[in-house]
Structures are given as C-alpha cells and as structure tokens.
C-alpha cells in the first residue's frame, strides 16, 4: 500500500464523518478561559506581594520612628544631665561668692 493510498481512505472516512460547528461564542469562551487561567496563576506571587509590601513599609517606619524618639530621648536626658551640672555649678559659685561676702564683713 502506499502512503497516498492511506490518505485518500482517510480523507474519505473524514469525510463520512458528521460535521461539527462551532458556537458562535466559542471564541469569547475560549479568551475567558484563558484569562481565568491566567489570572489564577499570576494571583500567588501578586496577591502575596500586595499584602506583605504595605505591611513591611508600616513596620520599617515605625521602627525607624521608634529609633528617633529613643534617639531623642537620649539627647533630652544629655541636655538634662548638662543643665543639672550647670546649674550645680552656677549654685556652687553663688554659695562661694555670698560666704567671701560674708567673710569679708560686709
């Protein structure tokens, strides 16, 4: 038999076979099938990605708001610490100046 011989016999039994037709929304089934599919398979990473982003800039401000206001606070109590020595010392040379007053009989 040759190869032609097979063709023919089977074009003759496509051509027995009863015809189909499509719906006239097949191709509109067809796209949302594929976008479905689509959608399906991008949503993992996308839908991960749309929480956790917002949620790790939250947290990276208020961490960094955090280690301003300890910062702040630190400087606070150095200014503190500071005023208190000043104001030791102002105090310190107020009683030196009152008892060289008093010493000296005035």
């Not at 594929?34 to 949503?43: I, K, N």
């Not at 947290?59 to 109590?77: D, G, L, P, S």
Request: aromatic share 12%; glycine share 4%; charged share 20%.
């Amino acid at each position: 038999m040759k190869p032609s011989d097979e063709r023919d016999q089977l074009w003759d039994l496509l051509g027995k076979a009863p015809g189909r037709t499509a719906s006239p929304y097949f191709a509109r089934r067809v796209v949302n099938t594929v976008r479905a599919e689509h959608q399906v398979r991008a949503g993992g990473f996308m839908r991960w990605f749309r929480w956790v982003a917002p949620i790790s800039a939250v947290a990276a401000v208020a961490i960094a708001w955090t280690a301003n206001t300890w910062k702040h606070q630190e400087e606070v109590a150095l200014y503190n610490a500071y005023f208190d020595k000043a104001a030791d010392l102002q105090s310190l040379v107020v009683s030196t100046d009152e008892s060289s007053w008093i010493a000296s009989g005035n």
